[in-house]
């Protein structure tokens, strides 16, 4: 295989309560990519369409995390990529991620899969790197394993795949407005009360346990967060709105995604899943903000080849 | 049926990083218990075998659990109660709530179960709060659940029975030295950092999920306290040494038993378990300490019918 044509899922990092530790890939949202065997040596960047990003391979998240690929790499060629950018950088739903994660993984597939996810995922995050400073892999995670991960530690990196339930949809909407990811790390608290700390961990293990029983009402009563929540809604306008509206329009739960400012709901259905968009739209509207709302499936495959 | 005879499990609660929300039943180690329905109204405890506990219903914690059983009950009759108690007050592996626990099972099962496990754990809590001023549920839940469960959430209170691996082996000492439930609670912190709160809810997820999977590595991994046992292990004499020499001789990982001062270790399989007692016997001897060692698998089913 000399080329190969890639989607990119966009990721929903944190899911409420696993603060810098869960993350869950989209089927519907995410980027394409096509990466081409090349003789020469390196990365580049031929074409970024629907996005304007550096083409440079050391300033491009995708050219970076490649750059890691390669360096643990024993082939002699190079890549070339071109990127169909359709994930907003800044939306908070793992922009960087899908480009850094997408590289890699058509990297590995053209090679014959050298590499194992786990390794892919420490390339991928040299990406995130760039993007955001923090080698961070909630949402690379998930865009490589598909459906939840869990990073249960970074050293060593340990990443746990959990099982999704197959109805478990989830609906997102990306207020047009800029919120820095380093804004957003930098508001947050470096102490919290170990009162909120034990709700917190409850919840992820009460997360984790309804994922792998496909138990909806349980994810529904873990999806909350005492601690992150609180703090960085201040930054997203009608956060609560939104939230309290798709609840009552059926969504078992839901938060910021990532750093914000998207809000995600997740429920049980693409029915529910599509009053819960209606709603989102609806309060937006009312708000007088722009928006995109996005409603998908939860990707339990990751990155993979488009025909 | 007029009387019935029980085996109340000791229990291990917090399991290293989820303090305060999880915890897991014994097998081999607990209290046995006979109740009798009584035509006089009211709780009776006839006989305590055992240890020196009082015999006054309000001052016992199998008898405040009786009653708050009875208040919500439509029985007209009383129970009468004898205890033998073979788990030592104190020893940081849930006496208290085993006598609760047992109490008001056998009540239940008696009266044809008029009550949901939940409701049971309601009532048993009432007993933890006349042993330790606070009505927590991490033992008394596994007690009446059996195997591990997570208190996700106090209010409203929701109660998780998580699945335990077939393999899945406790060994525990109890070193001969009083710490008080209090001490060991007032020398915590209120603030943990956001870090640590990240590593801890991370393994609390990884925990779960190594459970559900039958995952013995990923169980070992997630066993790790970065916030409670650095603090708590001060009181405990040679619980460094207990612990490493634990897992050196096989266990998956390890930590301090509820408050303490009992050290647990979980392995996988009997014979582990075996070895993992001889290290601890052989550590605390070396250092003078008086202790007890118990093996035990974990307990799938909670307080049970004696024949």
């Known amino acids: 295989m000399e080329a190969i044509k890639v989607f990119c899922p966009a990721t929903i990092a944190n899911v409420s309560c696993g603060f ?5 890939a989209l089927d519907s949202v995410g980027d394409e990519m096509t990466v081409r065997k090349t003789v020469k040596r390196g990365i580049t960047i031929s074409k970024i369409i629907g996005q304007d990003l550096p083409l440079e391979t050391s300033k491009n998240v995708s050219g970076v995390a490649g750059l890691a690929f390669l360096e643990k790499s024993d082939y002699n060629g190079g890549f070339e990529i071109e990127i169909d950018k359709r994930i907003k950088p800044g939306s908070g739903i793992g922009s960087s991620a899908a480009s850094s994660a997408g590289a890699v993984w058509a990297m590995n597939e053209l090679l014959g899969r050298p590499f194992s996810t786990l390794e892919l995922v420490q390339f991928a ?6 993007a955001s400073e923090v080698a961070h892999a909630d949402n690379v995670a998930p865009a490589l394993f598909g459906g939840f991960t869990l990073v249960r530690s970074y050293e060593p990196l340990d990443i746990i795949a959990i099982p999704t339930p197959t109805e478990l949809f989830a609906t997102v909407i990306h207020p047009q407005i800029e919120v820095k990811t380093s804004d957003s790390r930098k508001i947050l608290k470096t102490k919290i009360t170990l009162e909120k700390g034990i709700q917190q961990w409850g919840n992820v293990g009460g997360l984790v346990a309804g994922l792998f029983q496909s138990d909806y009402d349980l994810i529904g ?6 601690i992150v929540e609180p703090i960085r809604s201040i930054l997203i306008p009608g956060f609560d709105d939104i939230k309290s509206n798709a609840i009552k329009a059926g969504a078992l739960g839901g938060g910021i ?3 914000g400012p998207s ?13 819960v968009a209606e709603s989102m739209h609806e309060t937006y509207q ?8 996005h409603i998908s499936k939860v990707n339990t ?3 993979k080849i488009l025909a």
């Open 221 to 226: 009563r873990s999806l909350e967060d005492h």
């Open 286 to 293: 009312h708000i007088g903000i722009p928006f995109d709302v």
């Open 20 to 24: 810098d530790v869960l993350g869950l």
């Open 263 to 275: 809000i995600f709901a997740l429920s049980k259905g693409e029915e529910i899943a599509k009053k």
């Open 257 to 259: 995604s990532g750093s």
């Open 301 to 303: 495959q990751g990155v």
């Open 125 to 130: 995050m040299q990406g995130e790197k760039l």
